[in-house]
């Protein structure tokens, strides 16, 4: 199975709520990034967060990792019409192994948010 | 503009039939890596370079190659598709991977007939 896997496959909500999405994987990683992607289009980088740190913020972003349970959660807060959108972790290989260089992503989460 | 580009952007071909798919990136970054995105399957990493000259196997390379010439090119070749080659691509630069940010490209949407 892949590396990073997301939970939920999608998610539908109302404009002003928040928006949690997991991320679980499997072998040790340097760093942990989440990426969103417009129908179609290329992804875009949201915020990454490495393997000794525990939270992180940007803006209404809220990423957390904890490497005990090989997890990772982005939350969204007040969220917009316009985070419609699928979100993508993605993790980065710990430069000790020998596939240092290799970024696997999970399946995605798809965002509705309703007007 | 700092911007990673792919050509074609649309491609229709015959199995058999050996085609690149060029990339070119203007960041002069180090790192470049090649995707698929395939319905339910995510994004699967197909080749990336850490440098010129330097290039190394993601999770699905077979039926791809690719070369690392220049900095700023880095282009997939199919040399014989398949159906199964029917995908989404993407390609992506970054200036050092442990810095994070990848840009995309906008992909390129190749139909093998």
């Known amino acids: 199975s892949q590396q990073g896997e997301e939970d939920p496959q999608a998610l539908s909500i109302q404009e002003g709520e928040n928006a949690t999405m997991n991320c679980s994987y499997k072998?040790?990683?340097?760093?942990l990034q989440w990426y969103r992607q417009n129908s179609g289009r290329g992804l875009v980088h949201l915020i990454l967060i490495r393997s000794n740190e525990r939270e992180k913020h940007s803006g209404r972003l809220r990423v957390t990792l904890d490497t005990s349970k090989k997890s990772s959660s982005l939350l969204i807060t007040a969220s917009r019409a316009a985070d419609t959108a699928s979100y993508f972790c993605?993790?980065?290989?710990?430069?000790?192994?020998?596939?240092?260089?290799?970024?696997?992503f999970g399946q995605g989460t798809i965002l509705t948010v309703h007007p | 503009e700092a911007q990673v580009t792919q050509n074609p952007r649309y491609l229709i071909t015959v199995t058999g039939k050996k085609l690149t798919v060029t990339c070119s990136q203007n960041?002069?970054?180090?790192?470049m890596s090649w995707y698929r995105q395939d319905p339910g399957l995510g994004l699967r990493q197909i080749y990336y370079s850490m440098n010129v000259e330097v290039t190394d196997k993601g999770d699905v390379p077979e039926g791809y190659k690719v070369s690392r010439k220049e900095k700023r090119n880095f282009p997939l070749i199919l040399e014989s598709p398949s159906p199964n080659q029917t995908s989404l691509y993407f390609c992506?630069?970054?200036?050092?991977?442990?810095?994070?940010?990848?840009?995309f490209g906008p992909g390129t949407r190749l139909t093998v007939l």
């Open positions: 993605a993790t980065g290989q710990d430069a000790g192994g020998t596939s240092y260089g290799k970024l696997t």
């Open positions: 992506a630069s970054s200036g050092a991977l442990w810095r994070g940010t990848q840009y």
């Open positions: 072998t040790s990683i340097n760093n």
């Open positions: 960041m002069n970054h180090e790192y």
